[in-house]
């Protein structure tokens, strides 16, 4: 049995998706099998077909991040955002009041919410202090909480790099844990930021991926919203074995994505798409480096975080004092100062060069 077929909500076995007219028919000049309108009368625009459904997912996008992501294309799935896959693995694997996920604050939100929202389980594991001044994975201890957990955790989740914190995972650690927890669950990766890391040489761009070919629990995220900068167009990927994409396909809404985003995610994959991509990561990092020694001095920075990412973890005296300091200002930057382990830290996104430097205006 595979391992998705050993996981999943036990119903999903017998459950047929819904046929959509694009999904069970191709082909044909005359399309009168989906009750779409023969134009759009609405918008007199004909830069793009509008009138038509999507297809349930782009085969030329996927194609386009499989070898970006050095994947094979069945290993692929797009998403509205990785938000959506993050929801759609926990609709997919966790029964409601019967199963849990775990999380290692701190962590990215939405992996609690999602859960919660779906009567999932939250078991916490938190990050541990490491020497680096980082905190890492507690692997003992999320082995030790895996195995003695009254529910069943499906799904372990792991950002990498961390947002907030803005470091990298250590990778012997992240595969002890994968390791560890067999095929008992599905391990998720969240690359969200993972393009800013490979520029910073910390991780290879692709080195994740490649474990999907020996490790059948692992799904891995993957999103245009960061480093490419497409947050508006919402897509996100999560990439695992056909197994699990299979599943994922069946909980699904039939049309997820508008064809305009589809078409613009693909541009972005693009040779040039990517090359210009590439290049706004190096501007990134530049920018990110001269924030980190603007602000090094400051005496209410108690301490910088290191970061690999887009944004940097800064513990400041008194965060709320400082965000709002700033909001006065008209820059926005966000008190961290909830999440656990946290006190009095905020995170600050890199901007363009004018926006940074309209932030050192309003800083103390
Ligand atoms: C921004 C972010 C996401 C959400 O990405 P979308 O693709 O825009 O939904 C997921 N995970 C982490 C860690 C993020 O920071």
Not at 13 to 27: E, F, H, K, Q
Request: glycine share 4%; proline share 5%.
């Amino acid at each position: 049995m595979t391992v998705a077929a050993s996981l999943q909500r036990a119903h999903l076995a017998a459950l047929t998706p819904y046929a959509s007219a694009r999904r069970s028919m191709s082909g044909g000049a005359v399309w009168l099998n989906a009750n779409e309108a023969p134009a759009t009368p609405a918008l007199a625009t004909n830069e793009t077909q509008l009138n038509r459904y999507p297809s349930f997912q782009s085969a030329a996008l996927n194609q386009a991040y499989a070898n970006y992501a050095q994947v094979n294309v069945e290993q692929v799935l797009s998403c509205r955002g990785s938000d959506e896959a993050i929801d759609l693995l926990i609709r997919s694997f966790c029964e409601p009041q019967q199963d849990a996920i775990m999380i290692t604050t701190p962590t990215y939100g939405m992996y609690a919410i999602s859960a919660q929202t779906q009567g999932a389980g939250v078991v916490d594991v938190p990050l541990t202090a490491a020497a680096d001044g980082t905190l890492q994975l507690d692997v003992d201890e999320m082995l030790r909480a895996f195995n003695s957990c009254q529910q069943q955790i499906k799904l372990v989740f792991v950002c990498n790099p961390s947002n907030p914190l803005g470091n990298n995972i250590n990778l012997a650690e992240l595969e002890r844990l994968i390791i560890g927890v067999g095929e008992q669950a599905l391990v998720v990766i969240d690359e969200a930021y993972i393009e800013f890391a490979a520029q910073s040489n910390v991780q290879p761009l692709n080195h994740i991926t490649q474990w999907l070919a020996k490790y059948p629990q692992l799904v891995i995220m993957r999103t245009l919203s960061k480093a490419f900068g497409l947050a508006a167009i919402r897509c996100g990927f999560a990439l695992a074995n056909t197994d699990i994409i299979e599943v994922l396909r069946k909980v699904m809404a039939p049309y997820p994505m508008p064809q305009p985003c589809l078409d613009m995610a693909a541009r972005a994959l693009s040779d040039d798409g990517i090359v210009a991509m590439q290049q706004a990561l190096a501007t990134t990092t530049a920018q990110r480096l001269a924030f980190i020694q603007a602000i090094a001095a400051k005496p209410w920075v108690k301490k910088v975080w290191p970061s690999c990412t887009n944004f940097v973890l800064l513990d400041v005296d008194n965060a709320e004092q400082l965000v709002e300091q700033c909001r006065l200002g008209g820059v926005l930057i966000r008190n961290q100062s909830s999440q656990r382990r946290l006190n009095n830290s905020v995170r600050v996104s890199i901007g363009s060069e004018a926006e940074m430097q309209q932030l050192m205006e309003v800083l103390p």
